[in-house]
Protein backbone atom coordinates (compact mmCIF):
# COMPACT_ATOMS: atom_id res chain seq x y z
CA UNK A 1 0.00 0.00 0.00
CA UNK A 2 1.22 3.45 -1.12
CA UNK A 3 2.67 5.64 2.33
CA UNK A 4 0.10 8.21 4.17
CA UNK A 5 2.00 11.40 6.32
CA UNK A 6 -0.18 12.47 8.68
CA UNK A 7 0.48 15.34 11.28
CA UNK A 8 1.23 13.13 14.78
CA UNK A 9 -1.60 15.32 16.68
CA UNK A 10 -4.18 18.39 16.28
CA UNK A 11 -5.91 20.48 18.95
CA UNK A 12 -9.58 21.58 18.30
CA UNK A 13 -11.80 23.16 20.77
CA UNK A 14 -15.13 21.48 21.19
CA UNK A 15 -18.25 22.34 18.43
CA UNK A 16 -15.65 24.07 16.09
CA UNK A 17 -14.76 22.13 13.07
CA UNK A 18 -11.77 19.82 12.47
CA UNK A 19 -9.93 19.85 9.19
CA UNK A 20 -7.46 16.55 9.48
CA UNK A 21 -5.07 16.45 6.81
CA UNK A 22 -3.52 13.50 4.90
CA UNK A 23 -0.55 13.70 2.27
CA UNK A 24 -0.39 10.90 -0.32
CA UNK A 25 1.61 12.17 -3.16
CA UNK A 26 2.66 8.26 -4.55
CA UNK A 27 -0.81 7.53 -4.28
CA UNK A 28 -2.02 5.41 -7.44
CA UNK A 29 -5.40 5.51 -9.70
CA UNK A 30 -6.81 2.35 -8.33
CA UNK A 31 -5.84 3.41 -4.45
CA UNK A 32 -9.17 4.24 -2.05
CA UNK A 33 -8.33 6.69 0.80
CA UNK A 34 -9.49 5.10 4.16
CA UNK A 35 -9.70 6.77 7.02
CA UNK A 36 -10.23 4.89 10.43
CA UNK A 37 -9.93 5.92 14.05
CA UNK A 38 -9.22 4.48 17.07
CA UNK A 39 -10.62 5.76 20.20
CA UNK A 40 -8.64 5.23 23.59
CA UNK A 41 -8.99 1.54 24.59
CA UNK A 42 -10.64 0.06 21.86
CA UNK A 43 -10.38 -1.41 18.01
CA UNK A 44 -10.27 1.03 15.01
CA UNK A 45 -13.60 2.31 13.51
CA UNK A 46 -14.29 2.79 10.27
CA UNK A 47 -15.17 6.49 9.09
CA UNK A 48 -15.27 7.24 5.43
CA UNK A 49 -13.51 6.51 2.32
CA UNK A 50 -13.29 7.58 -1.44
CA UNK A 51 -11.87 7.62 -4.58
CA UNK A 52 -12.26 11.06 -6.51
CA UNK A 53 -14.93 12.92 -5.57
CA UNK A 54 -16.19 14.12 -2.01
CA UNK A 55 -17.55 11.82 0.37
CA UNK A 56 -20.05 12.59 3.28
CA UNK A 57 -21.21 10.56 5.82
CA UNK A 58 -23.35 10.98 9.04
CA UNK A 59 -19.81 10.36 10.97
CA UNK A 60 -17.33 12.62 9.07
CA UNK A 61 -16.69 14.09 4.76
CA UNK A 62 -13.68 13.56 2.98
CA UNK A 63 -12.54 16.40 0.93
CA UNK A 64 -10.04 14.70 -1.94
CA UNK A 65 -7.69 17.23 -3.58
CA UNK A 66 -8.07 17.43 -7.31
CA UNK A 67 -4.50 15.58 -7.91
CA UNK A 68 -5.32 13.51 -5.14
CA UNK A 69 -2.09 13.95 -3.72
CA UNK A 70 -3.85 14.81 -0.83
CA UNK A 71 -7.11 14.56 1.31
CA UNK A 72 -8.77 16.05 4.38
CA UNK A 73 -11.35 14.25 7.08
CA UNK A 74 -13.39 16.97 8.04
CA UNK A 75 -15.31 16.59 11.30
CA UNK A 76 -18.18 19.53 10.81
CA UNK A 77 -18.72 19.88 14.98
CA UNK A 78 -16.14 18.06 17.38
CA UNK A 79 -17.11 16.63 21.06
CA UNK A 80 -15.41 15.09 23.30
CA UNK A 81 -16.28 11.37 21.92
CA UNK A 82 -13.77 12.26 18.96
CA UNK A 83 -10.80 12.55 20.68
CA UNK A 84 -8.99 9.53 19.12
CA UNK A 85 -6.11 8.91 17.14
CA UNK A 86 -7.44 8.75 13.26
CA UNK A 87 -5.47 6.68 10.26
CA UNK A 88 -5.24 7.96 6.63
CA UNK A 89 -4.93 4.64 4.89
CA UNK A 90 -4.60 3.94 0.72
CA UNK A 91 -5.90 0.88 -0.47
CA UNK A 92 -5.87 -0.57 -4.13
CA UNK A 93 -9.22 -1.42 -5.73
CA UNK A 94 -8.14 -5.03 -6.18
CA UNK A 95 -7.04 -5.51 -2.38
CA UNK A 96 -9.61 -8.29 -2.11
CA UNK A 97 -9.55 -9.64 1.49
CA UNK A 98 -6.25 -8.14 2.79
CA UNK A 99 -5.58 -6.33 6.43
CA UNK A 100 -5.31 -2.89 6.45
CA UNK A 101 -1.68 -1.12 6.95
CA UNK A 102 -1.45 1.77 9.52
CA UNK A 103 0.63 4.15 9.89
CA UNK A 104 1.35 6.50 12.52
CA UNK A 105 -2.05 8.71 12.51
CA UNK A 106 -2.80 11.77 13.90
CA UNK A 107 -3.87 12.11 17.75
CA UNK A 108 -6.84 14.19 18.17
CA UNK A 109 -7.17 16.34 21.43
CA UNK A 110 -10.47 18.01 21.94
CA UNK A 111 -10.89 20.56 24.44
CA UNK A 112 -14.29 21.36 26.24
CA UNK B 1 -23.31 -2.96 10.70
CA UNK B 2 -21.51 -5.96 11.16
CA UNK B 3 -20.14 -6.77 14.79
CA UNK B 4 -16.84 -8.41 15.64
CA UNK B 5 -16.98 -9.18 19.15
CA UNK B 6 -13.33 -10.22 21.68
CA UNK B 7 -13.00 -11.78 24.58
CA UNK B 8 -11.61 -11.42 26.88
CA UNK B 9 -11.31 -6.93 27.30
CA UNK B 10 -8.82 -7.44 30.33
CA UNK B 11 -6.54 -10.44 31.12
CA UNK B 12 -3.68 -10.44 33.98
CA UNK B 13 -1.60 -13.87 34.04
CA UNK B 14 1.46 -14.70 35.43
CA UNK B 15 4.58 -15.18 33.74
CA UNK B 16 4.94 -18.49 31.83
CA UNK B 17 1.03 -19.28 31.75
CA UNK B 18 -0.79 -19.18 28.67
CA UNK B 19 -4.10 -17.03 27.60
CA UNK B 20 -6.96 -17.47 24.84
CA UNK B 21 -7.78 -14.54 23.17
CA UNK B 22 -11.26 -15.12 21.29
CA UNK B 23 -12.74 -13.00 18.50
CA UNK B 24 -15.78 -13.85 16.93
CA UNK B 25 -17.90 -12.64 13.68
CA UNK B 26 -21.35 -12.05 15.00
CA UNK B 27 -23.58 -11.19 12.49
CA UNK B 28 -21.50 -12.68 9.41
CA UNK B 29 -19.27 -15.32 8.31
CA UNK B 30 -15.14 -14.40 8.32
CA UNK B 31 -13.28 -17.17 6.35
CA UNK B 32 -10.45 -14.80 7.17
CA UNK B 33 -9.77 -12.79 10.22
CA UNK B 34 -6.43 -10.76 11.15
CA UNK B 35 -4.92 -10.38 14.67
CA UNK B 36 -3.10 -6.97 15.30
CA UNK B 37 -0.50 -6.20 18.84
CA UNK B 38 -0.23 -2.74 19.43
CA UNK B 39 1.95 -1.21 21.96
CA UNK B 40 1.15 1.71 24.21
CA UNK B 41 1.62 5.06 21.90
CA UNK B 42 2.24 2.85 18.73
CA UNK B 43 0.13 1.99 15.77
CA UNK B 44 -1.60 -1.22 14.99
CA UNK B 45 0.99 -3.90 13.80
CA UNK B 46 -0.46 -6.64 12.00
CA UNK B 47 0.78 -10.32 13.66
CA UNK B 48 -0.95 -12.70 11.46
CA UNK B 49 -3.78 -13.26 8.79
CA UNK B 50 -6.20 -16.30 10.54
CA UNK B 51 -7.93 -18.42 7.75
CA UNK B 52 -10.79 -20.44 8.10
CA UNK B 53 -9.75 -24.68 7.91
CA UNK B 54 -6.33 -24.24 7.34
CA UNK B 55 -3.07 -22.51 8.61
CA UNK B 56 -2.21 -19.01 9.72
CA UNK B 57 -0.14 -16.41 7.96
CA UNK B 58 2.76 -14.93 9.81
CA UNK B 59 4.26 -11.58 9.60
CA UNK B 60 7.80 -11.47 9.76
CA UNK B 61 9.34 -11.70 12.88
CA UNK B 62 6.22 -13.05 14.91
CA UNK B 63 6.68 -16.53 16.89
CA UNK B 64 4.21 -19.02 14.89
CA UNK B 65 4.78 -21.50 17.89
CA UNK B 66 4.39 -18.32 20.42
CA UNK B 67 0.94 -17.37 19.22
CA UNK B 68 -0.89 -20.14 18.23
CA UNK B 69 -3.83 -19.44 16.19
CA UNK B 70 -6.64 -21.29 15.42
CA UNK B 71 -9.70 -20.26 12.82
CA UNK B 72 -11.96 -23.50 13.11
CA UNK B 73 -14.88 -22.28 12.04
CA UNK B 74 -16.44 -19.34 10.28
CA UNK B 75 -17.59 -17.18 12.84
CA UNK B 76 -14.21 -17.89 15.54
CA UNK B 77 -10.58 -17.57 15.34
CA UNK B 78 -8.95 -17.63 18.79
CA UNK B 79 -5.25 -16.45 19.56
CA UNK B 80 -3.08 -17.86 22.59
CA UNK B 81 -0.55 -16.45 23.65
CA UNK B 82 1.96 -19.39 25.13
CA UNK B 83 4.09 -19.18 28.06
CA UNK B 84 3.38 -14.81 28.42
CA UNK B 85 6.39 -13.05 29.60
CA UNK B 86 6.17 -9.29 30.41
CA UNK B 87 7.39 -8.38 26.88
CA UNK B 88 4.00 -9.91 25.45
CA UNK B 89 1.71 -7.30 28.07
CA UNK B 90 0.48 -5.40 24.89
CA UNK B 91 -2.95 -5.11 23.20
CA UNK B 92 -4.23 -7.22 21.10
CA UNK B 93 -6.68 -6.79 18.48
CA UNK B 94 -8.90 -9.08 15.97
CA UNK B 95 -10.67 -8.07 12.85
CA UNK B 96 -12.94 -9.11 9.87
CA UNK B 97 -14.19 -8.34 6.71
CA UNK B 98 -17.65 -9.53 5.67
CA UNK B 99 -18.38 -10.72 2.59
CA UNK B 100 -20.65 -7.61 0.75
CA UNK B 101 -19.16 -4.94 3.13
CA UNK B 102 -17.22 -3.68 0.68
CA UNK B 103 -13.93 -2.02 1.69
CA UNK B 104 -14.82 -1.80 5.23
CA UNK B 105 -13.17 -3.90 7.96
CA UNK B 106 -14.65 -4.31 11.61
CA UNK B 107 -12.48 -4.72 14.76
CA UNK B 108 -12.92 -6.62 17.94
CA UNK B 109 -12.61 -4.09 21.14
CA UNK B 110 -9.41 -5.61 21.77
CA UNK B 111 -7.99 -7.28 24.63
CA UNK B 112 -5.66 -5.90 26.95
CA UNK B 113 -2.79 -8.86 28.37
CA UNK B 114 -0.95 -7.73 31.30
CA UNK B 115 1.79 -10.41 31.91
CA UNK B 116 3.50 -9.97 35.70
Known amino acids: DAKTTQPNSMESNEEEPVHLPCNHSTISGTDYIHWYRQLPSQGPEYVIH???SNVNNRMASLAIAEDRKSSTLILHRATLRDAAVYYC?????????????FGKGTRLSVIA | GAVVSQHPSRVICKSGTSVKIECRSLDFQATTMFWYRQFPKQSLMLMAT?????????EQGVEKDKFLINHASLTLSTLTVTSAHPEDSSFYIC????????????FGSGTQLSVL
Open chain 2, 95 to 106: SARPGGAGEKLF
Open chain 2, 50 to 58: SNEGSKATY
Open chain 1, 50 to 52: GLT
Open chain 1, 89 to 101: ILRDADSGNTPLV
